[in-house]
Nanobody
Framework: QVQLVESGGGLVQAGGSLRLSCTAS????????MGWYRQAPGKQRELVATITSGGSTNYADSVKGRFTISRDNAKNTVYLQMNSVKPEDTAVYYCNADVRAYYTASRAYWGRGTQVTVSS
């Protein structure tokens, strides 16, 4: 079984910074894409950023130039450095990973989410 656990959320003032982490654990054979999504109250879950095992990244237009995604493959961990945050970044942030566990096919796993609140 595979689990994703996020950490690093909290309350931050507009213009400030926050760093989220997500670590995958369990019977992991390999991890392809890892990413961050977010869901604000009353809105659909949306992509924030993704990163492949080779380091290729993709960002939502709303966070380009402010957020940076990175990963440590040896630790099965993905990070999201959030700079110059805005009140509209307030949401629950979810970690996602495309994991191939031992003896199973690849599938997507989700963390439980971590709350990020940006005060104006």
């Amino acid at each position: 079984q595979v689990q994703l656990v996020e950490s690093g959320g909290g309350l931050v003032q507009a213009g400030g910074s926050l760093r989220l982490s997500c670590t995958a654990s369990g019977s992991i054979y390999s991890i392809n894409v890892m990413g961050w999504y977010r869901q604000a109250p009353g809105k659909q879950r949306e992509l924030v950023a993704t990163i492949t095992s080779g380091g290729s990244t993709n960002y939502a237009d709303s966070v380009k130039g402010r957020f940076t995604i990175s990963r440590d493959n040896a630790k099965n961990t993905v990070y999201l450095q959030m700079n110059s945050v805005k009140p509209e970044d307030t949401a629950v942030y979810y970690c996602n990973a495309d994991v191939r566990a031992y003896y199973t096919a690849s599938r997507a796993y989700w963390g439980r989410g971590t709350q990020v609140t940006v005060s104006s």
